[in-house]
């Protein structure tokens, strides 16, 4: 890995989310400096390289189209290949960046997908063969961070935000209901209607509740949403008899979240891999990473290949 550039968009934290058109715009403008600095940063030339790998989706159309298109403009300037990847392929690939881990995951493994669009348990027997076990039935465990940090007036995004203040807070301080979801399916949207309406109750009691409980608040939430992540991936071991589990996605960054599954791992003879955080959020080193294996096996994306907001796994 030479260089891994990011550019965040500090635009949406003044509107306390992602605004397409915003995001799309910041996209265009960043680019082409991101581009150039990660050439420099790595000491390459153009010339060198061999393929463009670029993000097809799924994600935000409007940001997607402006990579792919300049993904083809550059991949037809330099002669060199054009290879489409998978986000969420991605981020599990990103395991197998030389420096993301002492040692890759052996195959199989089931890895854990946790970001701001997806929640999944994949079945991984191979760099290209990957089954979903069980998904998310509607909010994404990063979404239901991010909206239960707006009700308790936190900025955007708030995954990391809660992470911070669940440091000095007590976990257990208030219970929140589990949902009860059957297999290897999630569902966070229930604790986040949970957590509005007992704010609104504590609140009308006491106007300061959020404030002078925010650390608790922080943790309690926290550690709901970890345990129904790490109770469903107990779960996908024993049916699959699988006891290699990797953390992918922007919530793998969640502290408690790795200390939750080390701490398990060792309870259960589990072995885990969890990736550096530069490899946790979105970053291009694991769109490289996926594209480079994509190359080895010739699996390249004609010129007339299309940015696709929900192409599946
Ligand atoms: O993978 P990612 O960077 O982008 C998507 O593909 O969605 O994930 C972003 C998500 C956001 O919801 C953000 O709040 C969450 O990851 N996130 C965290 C932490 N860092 C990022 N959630 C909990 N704790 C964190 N430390
Ligand atoms: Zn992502």
Redesign the pocket.
């Given at each position: 890995m030479l260089s891994n550039v990011v550019a965040s968009q500090a635009v949406h934290e003044a509107y306390g989310g992602v605004v397409p058109e915003l995001a799309a715009r910041a996209h265009q403008q960043h680019i082409i400096p991101v581009v150039h600095g990660a050439f420099q940063r790595a000491k390459v030339s153009k010339k060198a390289i061999d393929a463009v790998a670029f993000t097809r989706g799924p994600?935000l159309i409007s940001a997607l189209l402006v990579g792919t298109s300049f993904a083809k403009s550059l991949a037809l300037a330099l002669g060199v290949p054009l290879i489409g990847v998978n986000?969420m392929r991605a981020?599990i690939l990103a395991h197998f960046i030389a420096d993301a881990n002492p040692a890759p995951p052996a195959f199989p493994f089931l890895a854990l997908t946790?970001?701001?669009?997806?929640t999944q348990i994949i079945l991984v027997e191979d760099y290209f063969r990957m089954t979903v076990l069980g998904e998310t039935l509607d909010d994404?465990?990063?979404?239901a961070?991010?909206k239960i940090?707006k009700v308790l007036c936190l900025p955007y995004?708030?995954?990391?935000q809660?992470?911070r203040l669940a440091r000095s807070g007590d976990p257990l301080a208030f219970a929140f209901p589990r949902p009860k979801v059957e297999g290897l399916n999630f569902s966070f949207s229930g604790l986040k209607t949970a957590v509005r309406y007992f704010l609104q109750e504590r609140l009308r009691r006491n106007p300061d509740f959020i404030d002078q409980r925010i650390n608790d608040l922080a943790a309690s939430v926290?550690y709901t949403i970890v345990e129904i992540l790490l109770e469903k991936i107990g779960l996908a071991t024993a049916r699959h008899g699988v006891k290699r589990v990797a953390l992918a996605?922007?919530?793998s960054?969640?502290?408690a979240?790795r200390q939750g599954l080390r701490d398990r791992a060792l309870r259960n003879g589990w072995e885990v891999y969890i990736p550096k955080l530069q490899y946790?959020?979105?970053n291009a080193a694991m769109i490289a990473m996926a594209g480079g294996l994509k190359l080895r096996e010739h699996l390249l994306s004609p010129l007339d290949t299309a940015a696709s907001a929900r192409v599946r796994l």
């Open positions: 994600g986000h981020h946790v970001s701001g669009g997806h994404a465990a990063g979404e961070f991010d940090a995004p708030g995954g990391p809660i992470d926290q996605g922007g919530v960054a969640n502290a979240l946790t959020t979105d």
